[in-house]
């Protein structure tokens, strides 16, 4: 009798009696690296930029009136960019007269990229055109029509051709030691390091004297150290 062959347990066997291959193991991928977010780039503070316009009667409602020493048509708004006691850059308002326009518009320049901070540039109609008022805020203004401080006569205010820079930093100081507001007394001597200060001999200082500009600070006896004026008064 023919003895019949027993398979080994577990063995498949294919159509031919042979092995059934298997299919071969494969890993996974490696999951994919993020691509890194390029960082932002850093941008600086804005250009400095001034413009000039027209006055209009509406813009200097309080500052100028019939009887002015300088007309309505010949003076100018210059819009420009200054540098804050913030570190920031922001926008300011000058009326001038318009002989001036590229004076002030090449020594703000100079400011704005010395970063000599400015604690606000409005016109001095925000303050219903008190200088008192204007000075108080520690407003940078030019045009007003008004007398010169102490005097009958026109100021040079009057003309368009002053302006005052951060006067509480920079005050108006009499012979004898005195200042108006209370704000800036700490500010009545020179030189003092301090920011928005302007001191005798300063960059600020050259910078309008190479344009023709005179600084209250050199008068002798009173002292206006934020007053600055073509060909002087």
């Given amino acids: 009798m023919a003895l019949a062959t027993a398979c080994g347990a577990g063995n498949a066997l294919g159509p031919t009696g042979g092995t059934t291959p298997q299919p071969p193991v494969t890993s996974a991928p490696p999951p994919a690296t993020p691509t890194p977010s390029p960082s932002p780039t850093p941008t600086g503070p804005p250009e400095y930029t001034a ?23 010949d003076l100018r708004l210059v819009t420009l960019t200054h540098w804050g006691f913030d570190d920031k850059a922001h926008t300011g308002e000058l009326v001038v007269h318009r002989a001036v326009t590229d004076d002030i518009e090449t020594v703000f320049k100079q400011l704005y990229e010395w970063r000599f901070p400015i604690k606000q540039m409005k016109r001095v109609d925000a303050y219903r055109g008190s200088d008192f008022d204007s000075i108080e805020a520690d407003n ?23 302006i005052d820079i951060n006067p509480r930093e920079n ?50 006896g009173t002292k206006d150290y934020q007053h600055f004026s073509k060909g002087g008064g």
């Fill in 51 to 73: 413009k000039v316009s027209k006055v209009a009667r509406a813009d200097v409602p309080h500052s100028w009136r019939p009887g002015c020493p300088v007309p309505l048509r």
């Fill in 140 to 162: 940078t203004s030019a045009f007003n029509c008004r007398a010169a401080t102490g005097s009958g006569n026109w100021s040079k205010h009057a003309y368009g051709q002053a």
């Fill in 171 to 220: 005050p108006y100081v009499t012979a004898s030691g005195s200042v108006a507001h209370a704000n800036a007394r700490k500010f009545a001597t020179r030189p003092i390091d301090k920011p928005g200060v302007i001191n005798p001999g300063d960059r600020v200082v050259r910078a309008f004297q190479r344009l023709g500009w005179e600084w209250g600070g050199t008068w002798s």
